[in-house]
């Protein structure tokens, strides 16, 4: 039972680097090399990196129109850091 909660922590954290991801290549205000360094940073350094590139960039739209599509990535990706935080507090307790 305790690998169980390991295995769903690896991958919401997948699901969240894929995320952040598929959110980092449809930004047209990158270059493709700042695209493929990020992206590359997000998967060698998977929360840290997917969770800052992504609050950094959500401050960022917000001084223009965000398109429909990314609001959506942004909303699953905040369920999905609850969600992994939620699974790491019950990791901790269970005495990972």
């Not at 980092?24 to 998967?43: P, S």
Request: proline letters at 2%.
């Amino acid at each position: 039972m305790e690998l169980n909660y390991l295995y769903i922590g690896f991958g919401v954290i997948a699901l969240l680097n894929v995320i952040v991801s598929v959110f980092l290549v449809k930004r047209d205000d990158l270059e493709v090399f700042q695209k493929a360094a990020q992206i590359l940073l997000v998967w060698l350094i998977p929360l840290f990196a997917a969770i800052g590139l992504w609050l950094f960039y959500r401050t960022q739209d917000r001084r223009v129109n965000v398109p429909k599509a990314l609001v959506e990535v942004q909303e699953i990706a905040q369920i999905l850091a609850v969600a992994f935080e939620q699974a790491l507090i019950c990791c901790l307790n269970k005495g990972f």
